[in-house]
C-alpha cells in the first residue's frame, strides 16, 4: 500500500514562490505515476500536473500553471515536487499528491485517475 505525505505549502504573497513535495512509502515508487491535484474553497478538484513513472516519464500542465509550474521526480529519494512561481491569488487552494500504478509512461491528470492520496497541504497566495 502506497502512502504520500505532502509538505511545502504555506502564505506567500503575489509573484512569490513556493515548492511542494509529495514523499513516497510503501510500495516501488517508480512503478506509479504522481499527480499534483488542488481543490479551492466550493470548487471541484482540478488535476494541476503530473508525471509518468520512472525516469523517463512524461509531464503535463494544466493550461494556467504553464510556464509558472515545474513538476520533478526524485526517485533516489522517493519524492516529486512541485515547483510553482509567479503565483496568483486564483492558485490559492489545498494541493494534493495523488498516485496510480501505471504499466507505461503516461500520467493522467484527471482525479478520477488515482487510487492513492496524501492529505493534502494549504496554499495561500495573498497580500
Known amino acids: 500500500q502506497l502512502q504520500l505525505v505532502e509538505s511545502g505549502g504555506g502564505l506567500v504573497q503575489p509573484g512569490g514562490s513556493l515548492r511542494l513535495s509529495c514523499a513516497a512509502s510503501g510500495s516501488i515508487f517508480d512503478d506509479y505515476a504522481i499527480g499534483w491535484v488542488r481543490q479551492a474553497p466550493g470548487e471541484e478538484r482540478e488535476g494541476v500536473s503530473c508525471?509518468?513513472?520512472?525516469?523517463?516519464?512524461?509531464?503535463d500542465y494544466v493550461n494556467s500553471v504553464k510556464g509558472r509550474f515545474h513538476i520533478s521526480r526524485d526517485s533516489a529519494k522517493n519524492m516529486v515536487h512541485l515547483e510553482m512561481n509567479s503565483l496568483k491569488p486564483e492558485d490559492t487552494a489545498v494541493y494534493y499528491c495523488?498516485?496510480?500504478?501505471?504499466?507505461?509512461?503516461?500520467?493522467?491528470?484527471?482525479?478520477?485517475?488515482?487510487?492513492?492520496w496524501g492529505q493534502g497541504t494549504q496554499v495561500t497566495v495573498s497580500s
Open positions: 495523488a498516485a496510480a500504478f501505471r504499466r507505461d509512461g503516461w500520467c493522467a491528470r484527471r482525479p478520477g485517475a488515482y487510487a492513492y
Open positions: 508525471i509518468g513513472r520512472g525516469s523517463t516519464g512524461s509531464t
